[in-house]
């Protein structure tokens, strides 16, 4: 438990938001009588303290501290010190701006950032700043240079701009190999550089310091003091420990407790494992939790879930989490029996308060589950799981996007937001592994998912086993009793309802319309242009492209085969007639025919098509040729995205009349324009005719943070909200136009709108009549964080909306794990790739029937 349990922005493992250093980008300069100092003869990292306010804990701040080894001072003015990820392979993630002299053969003091409120005050540094980065891997680099280095990953030395670099832990930039790290954040030792030796090998050079020792310019260690006289712990109980408040009140104190072992980590990250008073748990309400973690990375190995354990140690919190801090030869396996303890079986809690009654306790989920967030699975092997059904919104066993059932901005909204949070919990897997981390965390199997499993939003969740209530990365968490990965399926302790569909549900009609997000599918692939940089493989293969050019899809041919398998299984199994893409490639922005890459899906979607009788989906209008594109039209507007809106369409159910037209208005100077198109049944009369529209709005990020109407005013709705209101009043002028060019009343607006169902885009488009026929489905194209919503939609004017049909959104792509995606090939030893249309694209397609024949007339299907 922790007073920090409301409080958002706890740095964590690895902290990447600090502010950017303004420096200019100007080398060091020396001033007279000083010496400059670059690679391994001047000033170096002697010492990096990286736990600072953590559990354990010898002083509340981190810091670095800089050696300069030469005969001379040397002027940091214009230097910096800057962090890059473990992971990282571009430009660093942070960088302070550092000022001040490092005296000849003496230190200067960086003081840092902080992860809590433990340890003593720093002696006063030479300068004060927010640095703060990872505890336990990463890599830190001091520069003469005030702008962000751009290092390759490995071994870096005898770089100009680099007067010292340290990589530590598994980062995958160092000088020769990376120095070992502190075991966790709650190991308070720094790593110090041995005799001041510089050789250009962080392994060789740096040791684990127990005793971290700060030092500023001209001054010496500081002697953190001497332990008072020993102090006999005092006997409690795991209850006496946890309080009855949101922190322990024996914050700091030995301490002595007994509990039998309900769960234990030796490997994984958490090294420790969870006590709870024998006898307690069942159905028994509580003011104190009787369940408590113990960090011993020295005792966790020797003892076994089962086992009545004795432990002394030092009571505190760590990141909210109530522990006991237990060193070796601190814990005890007693011989004397103990009552064995019983599974929590009460009702999910609401509020902070009542779960804090529970924390560590070993729990038997009861009620109804729904899995609700899958997309960190493939990362931190967690799942956000819902409880029950909402009150507020009818039927909703997910978590919904607020601004998608309610205004933004309105009470019903931030009612809908506080009963999510009310409901939520994350399924983790007894791990802090980063399984895109790494190298080794690839190589272990993923947790909770198998090839050809099904854990997808929306799924029931059943719990076979037991867990542990936990809190840690300011969130509440069921714990499996051990480490979970995919080697010990038998450990997992909920199992996952199927819900996947072979096709969507029959919406009837003569004419089916679909809209479908395509994922950026680019046929210009990375390895065509110069400048690309990729997302890679566990082997370091190029998948998808990350950076550096206009490409935005798959790294070579290879990958692009596995992409286009997908999304051509996804819109042949669709069964439409016409559909509207997003997010293909225009190729024109890379000097080709502006269709190219559009002819190209065609192309793919007409061999995958079965001949007539050939199997499933034979029919009319099936074989060689069944699907058609719009070519583009003369009039394109001068200054477009790499990506575009398309139209195709199977010519045996369609025609289109006359050409498209692409809007070109000011107020998609930001976003892809409008593209329209009238249609009519291929062997229907003029009054089958209708007009769709496909669009995609511009999104919501790249937060302009100006105070305009375009910047994110935390109502949900993220940024550019009025841009998107005013391409929506565009866009409503242009249907008008549309409509009476083609001499129809019947008009779809198709798309990715990139706003949420009720947001203020959204009303615009209501207001000018429109039917908005995805919330009718009761189902959601899109998922993030954790919150469901329709960013896509199909809307109908009256006259089109009398011909409707049905509707449906097929849950394909946001419902599925992302590790399915051909992004992620080769991403986990697990192979999850498949050609089918399951996570083709991360939103989902909606396809709408129409009965264009009239009243009396509709004879179905063709």
Not at 426 to 434: F, Y
Request: glycine share 12%; charged share 20%.
């Amino acid at each position: 438990m922790s007073t920090s349990r409301t409080r958002a922005g706890l740095c964590l493992a690895a902290c990447t938001t600090l502010v950017a250093s303004t420096v200019g980008a100007v080398p060091a300069l020396a001033a007279p009588g000083e010496a400059t100092a670059a690679g391994g003869t001047g000033v170096v990292i002697n010492e990096a303290y990286l736990s600072g306010g953590s559990a354990n804990a010898v002083y509340q701040d981190k810091f670095i501290e800089l050696y300069n080894g030469s005969d001379a001072p040397v002027s940091l003015a214009g230097w910096t010190l800057q962090y890059r990820s473990s992971t990282g392979t571009g430009a660093t993630n942070t960088s302070v701006g550092l000022s001040g002299t490092v005296p000849a053969h003496g230190y200067f003091l960086v003081g840092g950032g902080s992860n809590g409120a433990t340890g003593a005050e720093l002696p006063t540094p030479d300068l004060a700043t927010s640095f703060n980065p990872s505890g336990t891997k990463g890599t830190i680099v001091l520069s003469s240079q005030g702008e962000r280095l751009d290092l390759p990953t490995g071994s870096v030395t005898g770089n100009p701009q680099v007067a010292d670099l340290l990589g530590y832990g598994s980062s995958n930039t160092f000088e020769t190999a990376a120095a070992t790290a502190p075991s966790s954040n709650s190991d308070p030792k720094s790593l110090e550089r041995t005799d001041h030796a510089d050789t250009d090998d962080n392994a060789a050079d740096f040791h684990l310091n127990e005793a971290p020792s700060p030092t500023a310019s001209g001054g010496t260690a500081p002697d953190p003091g001497t332990d008072p006289d020993p102090v006999d712990p005092v006997n409690v109980s795991i209850a006496e420990i946890q309080g009855t408040g949101d922190s322990t009140p024996l914050d700091g104190q030995s301490v002595t407790t007994r509990g039998v072992v309900t769960a234990a980590y030796p490997t994984g990250g958490y090294d420790g494992y969870y006590l709870q008073t024998p006898g307690t748990g069942g159905d028994a309400g509580s003011a104190a939790s009787d369940g408590l973690f113990v960090y011993s990375p020295d005792t966790v190995n020797e003892v076994s879930v089962g086992d009545y354990v004795e432990v002394t140690g030092t009571a505190g919190e760590f990141y909210g989490l109530t522990q006991v801090s237990v060193r070796a030869n601190g814990a005890t396996v007693l011989t004397e029996p103990a009552e064995a303890v019983k599974p929590l079986t009460v009702a999910w809690p609401a509020a902070d308060d009542e779960r804090e009654a529970y924390e560590g306790m070993l729990w038997d989920p009861s009620g109804t589950w729904t899995l609700a967030d899958n997309y960190a699975l493939n990362g931190y092997g967690e799942l956000g799981l819902a409880f029950g059904t909402s009150t507020l919104v009818p039927g909703a066993t997910t978590l919904p996007q607020p601004t998608d059932v309610a205004p933004a901005g309105s009470d019903r909204a931030a009612a809908v937001e506080a009963e999510n949070l009310a409901r939520s919990v994350i399924l983790d897997d007894g791990s802090t592994a980063n399984y895109l981390g790494a190298d080794v965390n690839k190589d272990i199997p993923l947790p909770y998912l198998a090839a050809g499993t099904q854990v997808r939003v929306g799924a029931p969740v059943d719990f076979i086993g037991n867990v542990i209530l936990d809190y840690r990365h300011d969130a509440w968490r069921f714990e499996p009793l051990t480490r979970l990965t995919g080697a010990n399926t038998t450990d997992q302790p909920a199992a996952f309802g199927a819900t996947r569909t072979a096709a969507p549900e029959d919406v009837g009609g003569d004419v089916r319309i679909a809209t479908f997000n395509v994922l950026n599918y680019f046929t210009t692939t990375g390895d065509q242009l110069s400048g690309c940089s990729f997302y890679t493989d566990r082997d370091g293969n190029p998948i998808t492209v990350r950076s550096g050019c206009d490409a935005r899809g798959a790294a070579n041919a290879e990958n692009l085969e596995r992409q286009q398998a997908k999304i051509v299984a996804a819109i042949n199994g669709l069964d439409a007639d016409v559909v509207s893409l997003e997010e293909i490639e225009n190729s024109a922005a890379f000097g080709k025919d502006r269709d190219t890459a559009l002819a190209a899906l065609v192309a793919a979607l007409n061999r995958a098509v079965p001949k007539p009788g050939k199997g499933p989906g034979k029919g009319p209008g099936k074989g060689p040729q069944t699907w058609r594109y719009i070519p583009t039209p003369d009039a394109v507007p001068a200054d477009e995205d790499v990506i575009r809106t398309a139209f195709i369409y199977r010519k045996a159910a369609v025609k289109p009349v006359g050409s498209s037209v692409i809007l070109d208005d000011e107020a998609f100077s930001n976003a892809r324009p409008p593209l329209a198109q009238a249609f009519t049944r291929a062997r229907g009369p003029k009054h089958d005719r209708f007009v769709a529209i496909v669009n995609h709005f511009k999104s919501k990020g790249s937060d302009p943070a100006d105070g305009s109407g375009n910047a994110d005013r935390g109502d949900g709705q993220g940024a550019w909200n009025e841009a998107r209101v005013a391409q929506a009043g565009a866009l409503v002028d242009f249907a008008e136009t549309m409509k009476r060019a083609a001499g129809t009343a019947k008009v779809v607006l198709t798309g990715d709108f990139n706003s949420y169902t009720q947001e203020d885009p959204m009303q615009v488009l209501y207001a000018a009549g429109y039917t908005d026929l995805g919330s009718k489905t009761g189902k959601q194209s899109y998922l993030f964080a954790g919150r469901t919503g329709s960013l896509d939609h199909v809307l109908v004017s009256d006259a089109a909306a009398q011909a409707v049909t049905g509707q449906d959104i097929w849950d394909i792509n946001a419902d599925e794990p992302i590790a399915l995606e051909y992004s992620r090939y080769n991403y986990n030893v697990t192979d999850f790739y498949a050609p089918d249309p399951y996570r083709a694209s991360d939103h989902d397609p909606l396809v709408v029937g129409l009965e264009l024949d009239g009243p009396g007339h509709g004879k179905g299907r063709h």
